[in-house]
């Protein structure tokens, strides 16, 4: 008799977002695809929620990815929000975009999420980790 072990596939979880550590912005809901990004590949995200202080022409959202320092070590999206299907001005947000995944990305780093209004504010954010 031979002995065997199942084989399982290890499936990584899914990117867990919270608060963004500078400070106690509106939290935005963030879901990737895939999840987690694969470097080299293209990865859509999709950020939702509700920004009281307002979206108005010139916002933009931004996704970077960060070192375990909190350094940028690749920006990955910058989207015109109010060009992307949203009808400005408004507090309710709702964007999807596609981005290329840095190749060189190590296999563990944090993605920043953030929407930063016309006047270069940070109105909303949400931080998730990336395991490798």
Request: charged letters at 10%.
């Amino acid at each position: 008799m031979v002995n065997a072990i199942p084989y399982y596939q290890l499936d990584k979880r899914a990117t867990t977002f919270g608060p963004c550590p500078e400070g106690s912005l509106p939290i935005l809901t963030v879901t990737l695809q895939p999840d987690p990004p694969v470097p080299g590949q293209n990865c859509t995200v999709t950020a939702t929620g509700t920004i009281d202080s307002g979206i108005n022409p010139g916002a933009t959202l931004v996704a970077v990815a960060l070192d375990g320092a909190h350094n940028v070590i690749s920006s990955l999206a910058s989207v015109d929000i109010c060009s992307s299907g949203v009808t400005c001005p408004t507090t309710s947000l709702s964007v999807t975009t596609t981005f290329p995944v840095d190749a060189s990305l190590p296999a563990t780093y944090s993605i920043s999420i953030v929407v930063i209004d016309e006047n270069k504010a940070f109105v909303g954010c949400s931080y998730g980790a990336i395991t490798g």
